[in-house]
């Protein structure tokens, strides 16, 4: 059964940094990537970052410099480390693993329950 375990959210006041964590279970992670999305009230769900299975890493526009995504292989865990954080980043935050074949088609494509991020002002 694959499971995707989120945690770290909460409240925290502009400018402050919190670090979430997805734990993966079920697949094999190393050959996987790992995304972080986010949606806010009345808006899309959109992609904040992305890692691939060599580290290579994606962020949008809005959160470049601020936020920060890893992974550890040995742990199944991919983070997001976010710093300075601004009230339009409130939102779900929700982690989700895919993987490609060789040829392109998605193999498989899974996501968190997700977890709630709120910024004060």
């Known amino acids: 059964q694959v499971q995707l375990v989120e945690s770290g959210g909460g409240l925290v006041q502009a400018g402050g940094s919190l670090r979430l964590s997805c734990a993966a279970s079920?697949?094999?992670?190393?050959?996987?990537?790992m995304d972080w999305y986010r949606q806010a009230p009345g808006k899309q769900r959109e992609l904040v970052a992305s890692i691939t299975t060599g580290r290579i890493t994606n962020y949008a526009d809005s959160v470049k410099g601020r936020f920060t995504i890893s992974r550890d292989n040995a742990k199944n865990t991919v983070y997001l480390q976010m710093n300075s954080l601004k009230p339009e980043d409130t939102a779900v935050y929700y982690c989700?693993?895919?993987?490609?074949?060789?040829?392109?088609?998605?193999?498989?494509?899974?996501w968190g329950q997700g977890t709630q991020v709120t910024v004060s002002s």
């Open positions: 989700n693993a895919y993987r490609r074949s060789d040829y392109g088609r998605l193999a498989y494509n899974y």
């Open positions: 079920g697949i094999t992670f190393s050959i996987t990537v």
